[in-house]
C-alpha cells in the first residue's frame, strides 16, 4: 500500500470514529492537545499522526489501533460499535432478545444508566404480559 493509499484509509477511519462519537475536529485537537491544521491534514489525507497520536486516539474512541490503521470496510460490525464498555454489554444483552432486537440500534448514545433502566422496563413489560396471557 503506498504512502497516499494509507493516508486516505486512516483519514476515512479516523473519520469514522470521529462521526460515530459525535466529535469535531476542533475537540479532537484539543483533546489530543494537536492544532486543528494537523487534525486538518490527518482527516484530507495530507498527513498520518505519530503512533503516540494514533494511540490516544484509540484511547480516546475506545478501539483498537487496528480500528484506525487498517482498512475494513464492515466497520459497523466492530465490537466497538458502544465506545463505553459497560453500554457495550447491556446492549449486547438487549440485542440477543429476538424481541429487543430492533432497540439495538437505536440506543447507540444512551448512557450505561439510561439503558439498563429501559432494559429492566421492558423486561418488566414482557413479564406483565406473559402474566396477561
Known amino acids: ?51 503516540n497520536r494514533v494511540d490516544q486516539m484509540c484511547a480516546l474512541f475506545g478501539i483498537n489501533r487496528s480500528d484506525l490503521i487498517t482498512n475494513d470496510s464492515t466497520k459497523e460490525d466492530l465490537d466497538h460499535y458502544y465506545y463505553d464498555i459497560e453500554t457495550r454489554d447491556i446492549a449486547d444483552a438487549i440485542s440477543k432478545d429476538s424481541e429487543l432486537k430492533l432497540l439495538f440500534s437505536a440506543a447507540r448514545d444512551a448512557s450505561p444508566e439510561d439503558l439498563k433502566t429501559v432494559h429492566e422496563m421492558l423486561k418488566a413489560l414482557k413479564r406483565k404480559e406473559l402474566r396477561d396471557d
Not at 486512516?10 to 469514522?16: H, M, S
Not at 459525535?22 to 489530543?32: F, G, K, V
Not at 494537523?38 to 499522526?49: D, G, K, M, Y
Open 1 to 51: 500500500m503506498s504512502t497516499t493509499q494509507f493516508n486516505e484509509m486512516f483519514a476515512r477511519n479516523l473519520r469514522y470514529f470521529m462521526d460515530l462519537n459525535n466529535m469535531t475536529q476542533a475537540e479532537l485537537s484539543r483533546r489530543l492537545d494537536v492544532s486543528e491544521s494537523t487534525v486538518h491534514s490527518w482527516l484530507n489525507a495530507q498527513r498520518t499522526p505519530r503512533m
